[in-house]
């Protein structure tokens, strides 16, 4: 199907967020340009939120609704909605996010023009409520778009370590979800990254940059939130997306560099991490530090040059006067500006 006929399928998992889920629901039956499917999957929600479904299944004839008698968890609603594309492709809108005015069509007609890129996605506003979103947020002129090569943009993924990806942004073309497979209830925190390293395994990647494609809902009751916890939890967390990835992959010829990449990158994010737990526990509580030098020589071995040393002088210091110790600071101040040039990047290219 090309243009206008081509048909997206917006599925929505749903579970007690009725404050904020016909926001969601409408930004998707408005989008123009494109044919729009939308199915709500119901987890059995305790708030309103079923019945509010069921009001927004009846008054537009383009939703649909999936209702579930238990609440299953997220792996199994995400992989509920999978079951339910009808579309030639596929969004994940989580119920307290939105999509922006027209962002469908742009992708989708991207895609129908480059039928090698498996997904793509732009960038994202991160809101609290919609009224409080400017409109001058969402008119930045689109630019060109950039095209990475799958096995290009699992590289830079690999030396990032992080995942650019929030979700409401990405456009997913439903034959290269089917060959991906379902999401894997090995990473029930980090199912999305491991869901994106796989679709690039498969196909191109391309990013939109310009106009905003998506609205990320941040609030205190984010699903994301009750999961959320240490550095330690973080990086193990990543770590099962990045390795439950590679299994699947164990026959391509890029695995080996992946798997070195990822591991030198995390665990140098956890050295890193384990100076700053060190600092901040100041001999209150268990030390995480040691936990996180731990995880840091099972993923990579190999030391950098004078670790031994700093940790000596650091524990000699105590906590406190570690802080403020001036050979510690250059460090400190070079990580701060290495994740702001981080953040620039991944706005400009994606990753």
Not at 100 to 112: K, Q, W
Not at 138 to 163: S, T
Not at 248 to 261: K, N
Request: charged share 25%; net charge neutral; hydrophobic share 40%.
């Amino acid at each position: 199907m090309m243009g206008t006929h081509s048909v997206v399928t917006v599925t929505i998992p749903s579970y007690n967020y009725a404050r904020y889920l016909r926001e969601c629901v409408e930004s998707a039956v408005h989008q123009e340009g494109v044919e729009v499917d939308v199915v709500i999957v119901e987890n059995a929600s305790t708030d309103g939120s079923v019945e509010l479904a069921r009001q927004l299944r009846d008054e537009y004839p383009n939703v649909r609704l999936v209702e579930h008698a238990d609440n299953h968890g997220i792996i199994c609603s995400l992989n509920r909605c999978r079951d339910e594309i009808r579309g030639d492709y596929v969004v994940l809108l989580c119920a307290d996010d939105c999509l922006t005015p027209g962002s469908l069509a742009r992708s989708v007609a991207f895609m129908d023009a480059h039928p090698n890129v498996g997904m793509t996605y732009g960038p994202v506003i991160v809101f609290s409520e919609l009224s409080k979103v400017k409109p001058s947020q969402l008119a930045a002129a689109p630019g060109p778009a950039k095209i990475y090569p799958g096995a290009e943009w699992i590289d830079r993924v690999c030396r990032a370590r992080e995942n650019p990806i929030y979700t409401p942004e990405v456009v997913m073309r439903t034959s290269t979800l089917a060959v991906a497979g379902r999401l894997d209830p090995a990473c029930p925190h980090t199912s999305d990254l491991n869901m994106w390293l796989r679709m690039a395994s498969y196909a191109d990647v391309a990013y939109l940059p310009g106009q905003t494609l998506a609205m990320f809902r941040q609030h205190e009751t984010n699903h994301s939130n009750a999961y959320e916890g240490s550095a330690l939890s973080t990086i193990e967390q990543k770590w099962v997306a990045f390795s439950a990835f590679l299994d699947t992959v164990a026959d391509r010829p890029e695995r080996a560099r992946w798997d070195t990449t990822v591991r030198r990158t995390l665990a140098r994010e956890a050295r890193y991490s384990a100076s700053r737990a060190y600092v901040k526990a100041n001999g209150a509580g268990p030390d995480e530090s040691q936990q996180l030098l731990d995880l840091a020589a099972v993923l990579d071995p190999t030391k950098p040059s004078g670790e031994s040393l700093s940790w000596r002088v650091r524990r000699s210091l105590g906590p406190s006067r570690s802080r403020t110790f001036p050979l510690f600071l250059p460090r400190l101040v070079l990580s701060r500006l290495q994740r702001v040039a981080a953040e620039k990047r991944r706005v400009r290219s994606g990753v």
